[in-house]
């Protein structure tokens, strides 16, 4: 086996190329084949090397490796001579038409009932007519003649699958400016690579069709290739994935906090039966099958992998997280505060709360409990048992009691309403940093 993933660098990647990406990978290393990363950039104007390396960067980040690497732009005479053996064949021919000609022909079409098929015009061309548009310094685009058969398979996702090929224009397959387009270059490097199973999007699926009919005029066997179509991916409410805020982008995604074993995790389940499990690709690929994926289209819910991000660092040890740590943040401080985060980046404001500076929340109305709490402030050393014995001191000098006497207690020592267990968490404050919150709040 051998799959690729063949992105554009136009732009930076998504979580529809990183499904894709992920499906590929792990069906490769599921079953020991080889994976190509291959960077679609014939598109010259487009294409920029600062997207190719953000391809590859988040690619790594997500836990993706590949075996072999390729570009298209280095392997412009690779096509030149498939387009060659194609005109020897008779099934790449040159076309005149302009933009606005076509577009012309389509609209009368269109109005007389017809498909706006392209009509072949073109193959009615005379030698002579087409010499003496070039000597007028008319330069042709070339189309691929398609066969009058329909292209079937059976889809790795889908299930049987047909394209009827005469129902469809033939592609162009190079422009009047000489450059290749995707369906053309694909194909050659699909069948000169090697490339025995294609995992993408469902809307490809005509793509597909056209582009078997080339892989069998340019002598290779379609019956040996193998596809599978992912359903595309909707936003929570089944509506489009818009990628217009890049919300779903994997660069903002990762400066979001959202955690590479989450999002594979995520994607690795999205669309099939099973419930999302949060791990790095080289753990799912022992039990990724394709076979489960729904044919249906897939929700991509940022809740649900919000809580899969927080599932995963919630069980993360702190050998695993020791280098992205706050210079000095201890095994203690990680395992207070691993419960109570959704996003890493927040483990940097925690320390802050027990090893820097914050702003203390006080109310007048608390204003004589936390006096009392402070001057009832035992001495140290302090463990785990330093926090209930403190409060029941408390407790009894003021009647206090549950919410009353804990929030305020909390708000004081750690600006926030809501945190780690104060149990494990107060000793890591320490008393100095704690009295001075104390009276703090209780003057502000």
Known sequence: ?????????????????????????????????????????????????????????????????????????????????????????????????????????????????????????????????????????????????????????????????????????????????????????????DLETGITDIVRGEDHVTNTGIQLDILGALGGDPRKMRFAHLPLLTDADGGPLSKRTGSVGLRQLRRDGVEPAALAGYLAALGSSADPVPGMPAELAASYDLGKVSKSAARFDMRQLLALNRKWLHGLAFDAVRDRLPDGATEPFWNAIRGNLDLFREARDWWDVVAGEIVPIGDPADAELLRIAAEALPEEPWDEATWPAWTASVASATGRKGKALYMPLRRALTGEEHGPDLKTFLPLIGRARALRRLRQAATG
């Open 1 to 189: 086996m051998k799959v690729r993933f063949a992105p554009s660098p136009t732009g930076l990647l998504h979580v529809g190329n990183a499904r894709i990406a992920l499906a590929n990978w792990c069906l490769a290393r599921h079953r020991g084949g080889r994976f190509l990363l291959r960077l679609d950039d014939t598109d010259t104007e487009r294409s920029k090397p600062e997207y190719a390396q953000a391809i590859e960067e988040d690619l790594r980040w997500l836990g993706l490796d590949w075996d072999e690497r390729i570009a298209q732009s280095d392997r412009l005479d690779r096509y030149a001579a498939a387009a060659e053996t194609l005109k020897a064949a008779g099934r790449l021919y040159p076309c005149l038409e302009t933009e606005e000609e076509l577009a012309f022909k389509r609209e009368q079409r269109t109005r007389q009932g017809k498909p706006p098929l392209y009509d072949r015009a073109a193959l009615r061309m005379t030698k002579e007519q087409l010499d003496r548009a070039l000597a007028n310094g008319k330069q042709p685009h070339w189309r691929f003649l398609l066969s009058g058969v329909a292209a079937e398979w059976q889809d790795g996702v889908l299930g049987r699958r047909s394209v009827k090929l005469t129902s469809l224009s033939d592609p162009v397959l190079i422009r009047a400016d000489g450059s290749f387009l995707y369906t053309f270059t694909s194909v050659v490097d």
